[in-house]
Nanobody, 122 residues
Framework: QVQLAESGGGLVQPGGSLRLSCAASGLTFSDYALGWFRRAPGKEEREFLAALTRDGGTQYYAASIKGRFTISRDLAKNTGYLQLNGLKSEDTATYYC??????????????WGQGTQVNVSS
């Protein structure tokens, strides 16, 4: 059974940082691309943030977060990460990791975590 479990969310002040983790079981990140998405309050769609190819060689970022967020993974721990820096109030959302094909489209990711909440507020 495939499971992705996010952690690391919380309340942070504007300008602060968080590192989100995505622990995988039942699959290995060397076989799947890693993607990160978020859903803002009151919105139904999941916004693409970043993706990492299954060989770890290529990263792709949404323009809205490029330069502030960094995607990475640790194959030994079978865990993906999203480093969030320079957080803004508009980054408040539920953040999801996903495993699938390297894409910015959520439909290309068959496996999803349950989400972790990030709140940016002073």
């Amino acid at each position: 059974q495939v499971q992705l479990a996010e952690s690391g969310g919380g309340l942070v002040q504007p300008g602060g940082s968080l590192r989100l983790s995505c622990a995988a079981s039942g699959l290995t990140f060397s076989d799947y691309a890693l993607g990160w998405f978020r859903r803002a309050p009151g919105k139904e769609e999941r916004e693409f943030l970043a993706a990492l190819t299954r060989d770890g060689g290529t990263q792709y970022y949404a323009a809205s977060i490029k330069g502030r967020f960094t995607i990475s993974r640790d194959l030994a721990k079978n865990t993906g990460y999203l480093q969030l820096n320079g957080l803004k109030s508009e980054d408040t959302a539920t953040y999801y990791c996903a495993a699938g094909s390297f894409s910015k489209g959520p439909q290309e990711y068959p496996f999803w975590g349950q989400g972790t909440q990030v709140n940016v507020s002073s």
